[in-house]
């Protein structure tokens, strides 16, 4: 069999599917995460939703369906932890982190389960994603990204400053919760693909990569989704085409691809980032001590290779430690 | 200033009867009677009454801890009362739902988050007490933004990101968010702070430019400084209290009461009342009433 053979295949197919859906859900609520500081939340419902696989493998219902049921609870009172809790409410989720994880092996174990049948929903399989399991992903993506492009107006202001969006008359509270589900409804969508343990990095890496070049908000969570199907599907191929000669779970092949991804943006970056804070214009100070240097032996000019900052209505050119304003024949010290 | 002269500087919303004229109280801006405010269980603000009436600028002054924030939180419906009420427009707090009609600054809240965001897309956000759900952004929305960025004088920054504005201008986004509302009622916390004097110009000019359509404005301020000229009366809060509500104190006064009792303030965090909760489940109750 070839490797484009492999596309052939329903199980290939269907796989590919439940990587784009994933590749789009996930960042899409990552990027609300992210704006409110709570990045790692998708990490800690992903170990929680380890239970709630285990549940099912334990009582026979479908472990999508039960891992959707936990993962919605637990990030409801992981929301609920982080709002009313206060300063060790992180501590307070690292413990329900902690238990699901634990939680969730114990019960696979009693389930009369190997480390196998977890590890395909820990790390992603490529093989082990029904029809059913497509549609109901499929349905699941649609709401989230329905709710969170519709709602992202009312999503953004709750995440950037929750009293203001309150006083605005906005459920701060419903939204948070909101989010909370949405994320937890994402990552049962990437379990299947990238797996629980990795799920978070879907959230997260894509939007870390999108904000290096982008300067607004839109262009930030847009571009996070073209990343994070890019990666997920990218990741999903390349996997199949090592699964020829060595065993590997798509799951860390798709984070790693994303974490590629940002590793070629990030000096740019970097580099977007030093030049807009060394070109930011000078604070407008009314009273400027008026002092010339003595003796100036350079005249600055725009190709003088100093960089030329705003400084009200003038520029001042930055050179060892100084700021040098054009005055007349001399430079004063700004 | 004479009635005649209030009467013709409020417009739209500043038609009501200025306090001179009357009793007819019964749509002030923000009315709070006896209003008393716990945090943790320890009574914070204690037998507050303030009105403050349509077109007024109002300062609230006093020393770190007096309890300006706790006042203004209450009165925008973030901390719940533990005796008292307050009025919004004549319509008592847990009853109101016109929230589009109040624009908030909140203290020292910061206008960057953990993903880059633009002056306007910040600004945009305070259309959501406007906007519906689910529907497009509209023109009317697009225009608010536009004269809220012009009055605070940013329109040429608009696409610039939050991040690379300096203290004092990102502080003028966050009044211009709480302008894209067209609020008739502005509660602002503090916008002053740490700003320097060309941005607090700016901002003293922004608030003369709503003061003129007719909005009544609550400004709590740690120096009035350049804002002098706008503001109609002075409140000084002491303690938890009210310990002057009257004609605008000079910066002198002010400034005196501020130090003298400066001195007298207890030391330490803003959670000098209440004891930390040591441990990660436990909490306290900070939900509406
Ligand atoms: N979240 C809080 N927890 C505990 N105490 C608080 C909290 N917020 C305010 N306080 C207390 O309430 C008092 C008034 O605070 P605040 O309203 O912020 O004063 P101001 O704004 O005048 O500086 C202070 O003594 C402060 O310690
Ligand atoms: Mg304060
Ligand atoms: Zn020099
Ligand atoms: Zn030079
Ligand atoms: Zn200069
Ligand atoms: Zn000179």
């Known amino acids: 069999m070839s490797f484009l053979d492999l596309f052939a295949l329903d199980f ?30 998708g990490d800690g419902i992903g170990h929680v939703a380890v239970t709630g696989v285990a549940l099912g493998l334990l009582t026979g219902a479908s472990p999508t369906w039960t891992a959707v049921l936990v993962a919605v609870l637990g990030a409801v009172l992981m929301e609920l932890i982080r709002e009313r809790g206060h300063t060790n409410g ?48 499929a349905g699941l993506t649609a709401v989230v990204l329905v709710v969170t492009l519709g709602l992202s107006p009312q999503l953004f202001a709750v995440a950037s400053d929750p009293d203001f969006a309150r006083v605005a008359g906005l459920r701060v509270r419903a939204y948070n919760l909101l989010t909370a589900v949405l994320a937890a409804v994402s990552i049962t969508v990437a379990m299947r693909t990238v797996g629980l343990l990795l799920v978070s990095a879907l959230m997260v890496v894509p939007v870390a990569t999108s904000q290096q070049l982008a300067r607004s ?22 996997s199949a085409w ?26 740019i970056g970097v580099w977007l980032r030093s030049r807009s ?25 725009r190709d003088c290779g100093h960089p030329a900052v705003p400084h009200g209505d003038h520029v ?14 001399h430079y004063d010290e700004h | ?67 300006k924030s706790t006042l203004v939180r209450a009165l925008t419906g973030l901390l719940p009362l533990a005796r008292g009420s307050v009025r919004l427009f004549g319509t008592p707090l847990p009853d109101f739902e016109h929230w589009h009609r109040v624009g908030f600054v909140p203290q020292r809240s910061s206008a960057t988050g953990g993903v880059p965001a633009t002056v306007r897309e910040v600004v945009g956000s305070g259309r959501v007490g406007r906007r519906r759900l689910l529907r497009p952004t509209s023109r009317a929305d697009r225009r608010a933004v536009e004269a809220a960025l012009d009055v605070v004088g940013l329109a040429d920054r608009a696409a610039y990101g939050i991040s690379q504005l300096s203290g004092g ?16 009622l502005l509660v602002l916390d503090e916008p002053t702070a740490g700003v320097d004097l060309p941005n607090q110009r700016a901002l003293a000019e922004a608030l003369a430019r709503l003061k003129e359509r007719g909005a009544t404005i609550v400004l709590v301020a740690h120096e009035i400084g350049p804002m002098a000229p706008l503001v109609d009366r002075s409140v000084v809060m002491r303690d938890g209290r009210v310990a002057y509500d009257g004609p605008p104190l000079t910066q002198e006064v002010a400034a005196h009461t501020h130090h003298a009792h400066d001195l007298e303030a207890p030391e330490g965090d803003a959670h000098d009342h209440v004891p930390h909760v040591s441990s990660p489940f436990d909490w306290e109750r900070r939900t509406r009433p």
Do not use: K
């Not at chain 1, 290939?12 to 709570?38: E, K």
């Not at chain 2, 201008?169 to 008739?184: C, F, K, N, S, T």
């Open chain 1, 12 to 41: 290939m197919q269907r796989a590919l599917v439940a990587a784009l859906l994933t590749g789009l859900a996930a960042p899409a609520i990552g990027t609300f995460l992210v704006q409110r500081r709570l990045a790692l939340l």
């Open chain 1, 217 to 238: 908000f839109r262009a930030t969570l847009l571009g996070a989704m073209v990343v994070g199907c890019t990666a997920s599907v990218g990741g999903l191929v390349l």
């Open chain 2, 169 to 184: 201008q990102q502080q003028r986004v966050l009044i211009a968010r709480a302008l894209a509302g067209e609020p008739d």
């Open chain 1, 316 to 329: 001042d050119y930055v050179h060892d430690g100084h700021r040098h304003a054009v005055h007349g024949e």
């Open chain 1, 277 to 301: 804070r060394l070109m930011a214009p000078f604070p407008e100070v009314s009273a400027t001590p008026h002092r010339s240097p003595v003796e100036h032996p350079h005249e600055h000019g």
């Open chain 1, 90 to 137: 992180d501590v307070a989720l690292a413990l329900l982190f902690y238990g699901g994880l634990a939680g969730g092996v114990l019960i696979t174990g009693i389930a009369g389960q190997g480390a196998a049948t977890l590890q395909a929903y820990l790390f992603g399989s490529l093989n082990s994603i029904s029809s059913e399991d497509v549609w109901f992903t």
């Open chain 2, 1 to 67: 200033m004479t009635p005649a002269d209030s009467t013709t500087a409020g417009t739209g919303a500043g038609s009501q009867p200025r306090p001179e004229r009357g009793p007819d109280r019964g749509t002030d801006p923000a009315v709070l009677e006896r209003v008393s405010v716990a945090i943790g269980g320890r009574p914070i603000l204690r037998d507050v009454d303030l009105a403050v009436r349509t077109g007024e600028t109002v300062t609230l002054l006093g020393p770190n801890g007096s309890g």
């Open chain 1, 242 to 267: 090592l699964s020829f000669r060595v065993s590997v779970a798509p799951g860390p092949t798709i984070v790693l691809l994303a974490l590629a991804m940002f590793t070629a943006t990030w000096p």
